[in-house]
């Protein structure tokens, strides 16, 4: 299974993730995300600039609509190629069908669909009061990772603390997609869930998403390279 380390692109501007890009020399091009910030403000284009460079792309829209519009709304998204989308779970599993319907291309390939379970913004209190589920946090995210399995989809995103519990309800084939990804010498900053890249591997992610801790850096290449080497081993 396919497994990588993949860069935020979390800048506002194209230059600034071009200026960004240019640290890395030709031959290696690193596995990058864009979301919402950077496509609302650049739009589709920044996404072809990207891929045409060599890259693999994440699009992280996380889409939640009704299943006509997300499968329309998927079947542009894999006109521009992407290698993984995602959506909300929470749209649920006709909608997930339809996102994948969407996706899939004439030739029969698409693009890698995975699911948001839970925001890990939101806290057990929002998730009982205020989204009136009574069940605990855990429970729900496993729960929504099965109905994302039954319909189809090839993995979540998740905490890497989260990554085994996943594979154990889900299978080894079904994808995690893990942020909150940090070196055991650097900040967590807002993240409160943690693990090295090392251990992220160890917890069962394919995909780490590791931010500031290689944008952030005063060598971001020197940075992205560590990643590698500690989550790929
Ligand atoms: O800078 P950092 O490593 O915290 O970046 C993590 C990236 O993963 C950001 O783009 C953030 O939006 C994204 N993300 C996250 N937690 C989620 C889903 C996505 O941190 N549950």
Redesign the pocket.
């Known amino acids: 299974m396919a497994t990588d380390v993949i860069i935020?692109l979390?800048f506002s501007s194209a230059q600034e993730v071009y200026d960004f890009l240019a640290l890395f020399p030709a031959q290696e091009r690193p596995y990058v995300?864009i979301?919402m910030e950077l496509f609302y403000s650049e739009g589709p284009e920044i996404v072809r600039q990207i891929k045409a460079r060599g890259h693999k792309l994440f699009l992280?829209l996380k889409l939640h609509d009704i299943p006509n519009t997300v499968k329309k709304a998927m079947a542009a998204l894999s006109r521009l190629d992407v290698d993984i989308c995602n959506l909300h779970t929470a749209g649920a599993g006709e909608m997930m069908k339809a996102a994948l319907e969407g996706l899939t291309r004439p030739d029969g390939t698409r693009p890698l669909l995975i699911g948001?379970t839970q925001?890990?913004?939101t806290s057990e209190t929002q998730l009982h009061e205020e989204l009136l589920i009574p069940a605990g946090m855990e429970e729900t995210v496993l729960h929504y990772a099965r109905g994302a399995k039954a319909a189809g989809l090839d993995g979540v995103?998740c905490?890497p603390l989260e990554a085994g519990q996943v594979k154990k309800t889900c299978g080894a084939g079904f994808l995690t997609v893990t942020?909150?990804?940090?070196f055991a010498d650097g900040e967590a900053?807002?993240?409160a869930r943690v693990a090295t890249p090392e251990r992220a591997r160890k917890l069962g992610s394919d995909y780490i998403?590791?931010?500031?801790?290689i944008?952030a850096a005063a060598d971001p290449l020197a940075a992205y390279r560590r990643a590698v080497r500690e989550f790929l081993g």
Do not use: A, E, I, Y
């Not at 998403?209 to 801790?213: I, L």
């Open positions: 935020p979390d995300k979301g992280d948001v925001l890990t913004s995103v905490s942020p909150g990804v940090r900053g807002d993240q998403v590791c931010g500031r801790p944008t």
